[in-house]
């Protein structure tokens, strides 16, 4: 009797556990499908927005007059963003497809830059149709890479996932067609990646090529900067300090030092350039308790402390409480200039105004010590070219960094128009709306946490 | 013993009726503002009341969300202006005790409603001539509570008065929304929650660096979900709950701090499986990971 009960049971449970595992097996497979589906998507409309790309290119270089050219570069722009924006969804972080990528943004930049440019007064030079054409014939084999690749990857039922996994795994797949089709993709745009994109679009590089190569002095030794250290601090003995050198690759080369403070039970992190050893940042890591002091306060100990470590004249440019934490940005004053591209950030402890860190790499990087400023028009002549809506409450001279990335002398009014504050910055030599800034607003909370 | 007991309890008693009476007094007079000097980028409960009395006569129309923001800085200069003071945004004394003379201010009420989340009509009176430097509007005498002042207010006649809201706002880096800071929280803490906090905020500062980069997707959901590119993501550990810390490093790294010197990649040594990352150009060890270029 008993026994009958038992296998009874067992076999209901046997028959229990297979139909437990065989509907998980069904969800996985469902949610393995839905994942492949993604990627899917985001191929084929990669390949897609790849084929409208290169019809798009194809057409502006037809075109001549210049009010059909504008749209169509516009739409040039649009296309590389989407392309790009499939390129993100699929899976080839680790696989070189960065070339691709870039010729992407290259493309996409040139294409508004010119899209927004006025054609009439300022055409497309004899270079930039030699580019266009260069990327017509950049984007024809990108786009049969591709199709080869997609059809192959149809022809022989290929699924991502597989790629997915073979990645993670990091074994080969048995078949890496869409692998080797990528790297072929990436091979093909490497060969070009020297097209002339013209003096707008390097721009974006010119920023990368930013070195510290300027800074005055010599190089320091490790000894020499743990003094600067202490020194910066004005730390007592009884501070472990750990040095390390940054690799050879590193863009800046610097010292990164760890102080640990036993007294106070922080540690700090700071950077220091090897020539001239400058603070690149500096970061105190330690629990801050409620806020006791108001932000003004905290500004007044950031203000003490840039006075005590920098030669420039600095002026606040933002101010913001993060609950028990402020932070300020300041900007260079040159001769009552605001030099923008300057900038450094101090964050203040509101517990007691500890300076909680630092961070001067932009001002180092562009930091320049003498300009000749260029106002050639006055201030009024200036305030013709705004928006006459708009409400001027404040005027000063600034310099900025504009959006193709050179160094321009404006005519800067803080103002607003409706409820928004903006900051507009008018060309002070031929009075160009250079850049039109609203200025946030605090984010309502959705959630409190 | 007995006896000094009951002193005591009759000392507090008298104590306690004098703060009392202060906390009375204090409803419609200076001190009802903390002695700080309030300005652009504050929080806090001196911001609310601020705004409350602001709005109250008529200067500020924005909503009371403790943040000192343009609006409430804008609003402040015009009070400043009407009532002949130096025009310099700045809440400190002069200003604040001329405010507090011209307004009224019912701080329980106001933190109730912001407590609750709750919609609240035009707080004080009438939209009026600021000059009269006299509040009709609010009908309660000081220090009695009066849940129904602005509400009864309401009624009496405010022709210009827009509804505006009670709602608790936070400052967040220019071009990032808290959502933002949230999600990358939450990447920071899956990538790295063993890592020292320098580590955690360069990785959030790679996240950056990735957005800001020609060769990565251009937001931040774009940048941490992109498949196979951080492995919290690919193995879930992204849905953990963050910690306190990782925020810190994610704000910290918003507001612009960059241990990693531009870096874009970095993995861990000592599991990392693909060979390909090692021919990164390497810049820089940060606890367990290096960071390449």
Known sequence: MIRTILIVLLFVAVAGTGYWGYSEHQEKNAVLLQAENNYQRAFHDLNFHMDSLHDKIGETIAMNTRNQLSPALAQVWRLTSEAHNDVGQLPLTLLPFNKTEEFLTKMGEFSYRAAVRDLDKNPLSDKEYNTLKELYANSTEIQNELRKTESLAQKNNLRWMDVEMALATNKQPEDNTIIDGFKTVDKSVEGYSDVDFGTEVSNMEKMKDRDLSQLKGKKITKEEAKKIAVDFFQLKKNVKITIESTGKDAKYDAYSLTLYNPDTKGTTYMDLTKKGGYPLYVLYDRNVGKPKISLNEAMLQAEDFLKKHMESQMEMVTSDQYDNIGVFTYARLDNGVRIYPETVSVKVALDNGDIMGYEGTDFLLAHVDKRTPTFKISEQEARTNLNPKFQVKETSKALIRNDINEEVYCYEFLGILGDDTFRVFINAENGNEEEVRKLKEAEPSYNDI | ?293
């Open chain 2, 1 to 293: 013993m007995k006896r000094n007991s009951a002193y005591i309890k009759g000392a507090f008693i008298a104590i306690a009726l004098c703060f009392g009476l202060l906390a009375g007094f204090g409803q419609n007079n200076a001190h009802a503002f903390s002695n700080q000097v309030v300005q652009v980028g504050a929080t806090g409960e001196d911001v609310v009341e601020l705004q409350s009395r602001l709005q109250y006569l008529g200067f500020y129309t924005g909503n009371i969300d403790g943040v000192f923001g343009w609006r409430t800085y804008w609003a402040l200069r015009n009070f400043q202006y009407e009532f002949g003071l130096p025009i310099d945004g700045l809440a400190g004394g002069t200003t604040k005790n001329k405010l507090a003379k011209a307004s009224k201010y019912d701080k329980a009420w106001v933190n109730k409603q912001i407590d609750k989340g709750k919609k609240f009509s035009y707080y004080g009176g009438e939209k009026k001539s600021a000059k009269s430097g006299e509040a009709k509007g609010g009908s309660a005498k000081s220090g009695t509570p009066k849940a129904g002042t602005a509400k009864g207010t309401k009624g009496t006649g405010q022709a210009k008065a827009k509804p505006a809201q009670v709602k608790p706002a936070k400052n967040t880096p220019d071009g990032y929304s808290q959502n933002d800071v949230n999600l990358m929280a939450n990447a920071v803490y899956g990538e790295s929650r063993g890592e020292p906090y320098i580590g955690q905020v360069a990785v959030a500062a790679v996240i950056i660096n990735r957005v800001n980069s020609a060769s990565f997707p251009n937001t931040v959901s774009g940048v941490i979900f992109e498949p196979g590119a951080f492995t919290a993501v690919a193995d879930g550990q992204i849905y953990l709950t963050p910690n306190k810390q990782a925020k810190k490093a994610v704000m910290d790294a918003l507001n612009g701090w960059d241990p990693t010197g531009e870096a874009e990649y970095y993995f861990n040594p000592d599991t990392a499986t693909s060979g390909w990352i090692w021919t990164r150009p390497q810049i820089k060890k940060i606890g367990k990971h290096i960071f390449c270029n």
